[in-house]
């Protein structure tokens, strides 16, 4: 499929049918408390629904329960396989390549702040984590896995942010189109793909064409998941190169609510971190990853550090190399990397499962206001992609 500016507008019309249908009967019926108390008992996929749950709800449930009917489960088998052979480098990149260039896109930033209290990033965070952790387990789609009830939950989620910024009014729908649309949930696809793959050849990590094409695969996989319309979404990653790079020519620039965002992914790191001595390296990684225009947007402060994260690519070619060459250093540099995704994640949740509910309301004190275009708004130069 062909992208251009005009598809792209087209896109930013559409939500999610489905989950919308299903979080609006919830709050006309004043089932939402409901539906959230009984869903904190559903966690694996196959587990029998609770008495009490709202019909609508439990229809969702049921045709959302299991992944496309399209899925190749060969190529899902070799991005589990990619995920574990780099897991460690993949959670390095969504934590500092994929979210920021979330905060970039200035109303991503603003619908992430109306909907999560600031004060606790790290709630964000541990959700991004466990659910990629629980995607790529090999039962992942199976019975007893926790994927598919956490993606079910998530899709119900954006939906009910749709549902909120639109009763209360604080979304111009006719100017900025339906809060998260098909064209920003194509985007975070986008970013949890195509932008970590970047940021993993930026790392110097060694991977194959196959590899990276499994890992683009299990994130359309995702997308269906979570909602997003795979007959218009890219399908493979020349297209998702291609539709990338307009989504961020078309919509990045400064905001407060990305500087706000970007401080507090720096302090939560900083706090996992041990000591202080290393604290400017989570900046600096940062900053490498997403670029010094994107770092200035983003108030990622500049240290000496930013020199020696440089060299980062150099280790891990070492690494890379023992990897390759040596059957015992890849089991243990896998077996490092996991202990090492774990170690992070626990930080993170501090042993807890992340549960994702319906909001019943949004934060009152971090509302959206888009009748004020955002101070020194940054004018993309004109779009050269087909």
Request: negative net charge.
């Amino acid at each position: 499929m062909s992208y251009t500016s005009a598809s792209m507008d087209a896109l930013r019309t559409a939500g999610d049918e489905l989950a919308d249908a299903t979080v609006a009967t919830l709050f006309e019926r004043g089932e939402v408390g409901t539906f959230n108390t009984l869903m904190r008992y559903v966690s694996t996929a196959g587990q029998e629904l609770p008495d009490g749950l709202p019909e609508v709800a439990r229809e969702y449930l049921h045709e959302t329960g299991a992944p496309p009917s399209w899925v190749d489960w060969s190529e899902m088998e070799r991005a589990r396989l990619f995920f574990v052979d780099n897991n460690v480098h993949i959670s390095t990149a969504l934590s500092f390549a994929a979210m920021p260039a979330c905060y970039v896109v200035p109303h991503i930033a603003k619908l992430l702040s109306a909907t999560h209290s600031l004060k606790y990033p790290s709630k964000r965070m541990a959700e991004t984590g466990q659910f990629t952790v629980y995607l790529m387990r090999p039962d992942a789609f199976e019975a007893g896995s926790r994927f598919i009830p956490a993606a079910q939950k998530v899709r119900l989620l954006h939906a009910s942010i749709r549902h909120h910024l639109k009763r209360e009014g604080r979304w111009d729908v006719a100017a900025d189109g339906t809060p998260i649309c098909q064209e920003d949930m194509m985007g975070g696809q986008m970013m949890f793909s195509v932008q970590v793959l970047d940021a993993l050849h930026r790392l110097g990590v060694h991977m194959s064409n196959e590899g990276a094409d499994a890992y683009y695969y299990a994130w359309r996989v995702v997308g269906a998941m979570l909602g997003v319309d795979q007959d218009r979404a890219p399908a493979d990653l020349t297209a998702a190169r291609r539709f990338s790079d307009l989504y961020m020519t078309r919509h990045m620039g400064p905001s407060e609510e990305g500087v706000q965002l970007t401080r507090q992914l720096i302090d939560l790191y900083e706090e996992v971190v041990p000591g202080t001595l290393l604290d400017p390296v989570v900046g600096a990684l940062v900053r490498y990853l997403v670029g010094d225009t994107c770092a200035d947007w983003l108030g990622v402060p500049r240290s000496p550090w930013d020199t020696a994260v440089r060299a980062a690519p150099a280790l891990l070619n070492v690494l890379e190399t023992i990897e390759d060459s040596s059957p015992l250093g890849a089991w243990a540099l896998d077996r490092l990397g996991d202990l090492t995704t774990r170690f992070e994640l626990s930080s993170l949740t501090r042993g807890r499962v992340m549960h994702y509910a319906i909001p019943e309301h949004l934060k009152g004190d971090f509302g959206i206001d888009n009748s004020v275009p955002p101070k020194n708004r940054w004018t993309p130069p004109p779009a050269t992609v087909g």
